[in-house]
């Protein structure tokens, strides 16, 4: 759990190596760059599958003996140059972890869950009589599960659930919550719905939720890599952006260790936080993201990118830390200018990324690549109002990435005569808005210049 900076050697010489030269050219020349290149992608991968590993022997229920030489095992895995870190890592998380189970042998077996649950209550504003509703309610319809002592989870029944969310002890949206122990004299635990009486909750939101208490008892150790802010801002909006930044790569590390895809995520659930700016900063930098791991998609992990998020300091710094990993001067392929396309309908906000995505990754287009692309498109749509919409998004978005287009025209010209079939076939011949479709179709197309040579 390499989340700090690497330690002295060789190997991490080479990954801070790769940092400082990979936006430069020489990376595809130099077969130096081209060693540290991999070397740090084999970092990240097997980083990704230590904490994935981590996650899944903290939920097992193994015995501790068997649970620990498992571990031990997966240690090995690690580049040699890491292990004794991560295996530091490990021991301040284990730490931890028995911390959270002494805080809870401290408390009356039968107290427990009603202790859990004031904790919680006393983060938020409620009354009395709610507190006494949820406690009572809490009796038949709570359990704790500690699949391993201080991995607290409380499984709670559907009912329940929708009560603590009337209370407002849980987000309207949410299926599950972690709930932060910020001394360590409090205790950290998961909170999540069960189905039906008492069933194993999805284990994609329990792997999420430990994954904030991995990410939380390791800051709480002083192990988890501290996040800083670019200059030029105030101390005000700086402590807010790192603490922005603590919650958005906490929640975007569960989310990729979770079945859920990272990309579809609000940007609220990523910052927990309702101001503009950050919900800005917070979607601009998942959608970046989410172009990085789709462009590199055919090349590297996906768990390899749990490294990129837990090394970074600073929204640009996630950004860069993925945007590493997309091989460059790669000719696009359809999947991903697709992809692009369908995020594009999403605003003017998301064309924007898209667009600086597009620049800083050096995706090669070529004209016959994307000319393919927007023929099967069109050639799909059965009528003239898909087909006219979907010209005119293609025309934008080509357009906003700053890519001459000179089939464009000819791509007009060639589905001309479609919308007129179309359009005939679909209004009545007096139908005065059959006359504007076509006029309309007419002047567009002469308006894209129907070309009489193409390049």
Sequence with gaps: MSFREQSPSSYGAQIIQVEAVKSSDSIESS???????RARRKLAEAHGTFYQMLVDEYLSGRPEEVRRERLASNLLMLPLP?????????????EEIKTNARNISYIEKDQVIPTLLLSRMDEVEIDDGQKDEVLKKAETSVRLVQPLPGVAILEVEPDFFLLLKKVGLVRKRAHAIYSKARKRDEIGFMLVQGDGIFRLSDEGVRRHELSHMILDFLRR????????????????VSDNRIEAFYMFRDEAVAYLVDPRRFESVDQSYLVHSKNSR????AGDTRDFA???MKAASETTESDSFIYAALTSRNFEDFKQKFLAFVPKREKIKGNLFAYMMRMSGRGERVMGVI?????QSEIVASQDSLKDYCSETLN????????????SRLEKFLTNLGLAMPFWGQLFFQHQERIRRMVTANY?????????LLTSVTLTVRSNKAPTTTT
């Design 278 to 281: 950050m919900l800005k900063l």
């Design 290 to 292: 989410s172009l990085c």
């Design 428 to 436: 009545d011949v007096n139908s005065s808005a059959r006359r504007e």
């Design 355 to 359: 667009a600086d995505f597009w620049r």
């Design 82 to 94: 890491v292990r004794d870190l991560y295996r530091e890592g490990l021991m301040r998380l284990e």
């Design 221 to 236: 150790g002083e192990f988890l890599r501290k996040p800083e802010t670019t200059s030029g801002f105030s101390k005000k």
């Design 380 to 391: 799909g749509l059965d009528n003239h109002v898909d087909l006219i919409d979907q010209l």
């Design 31 to 37: 077969g130096v760059i081209s060693s540290v290149e």
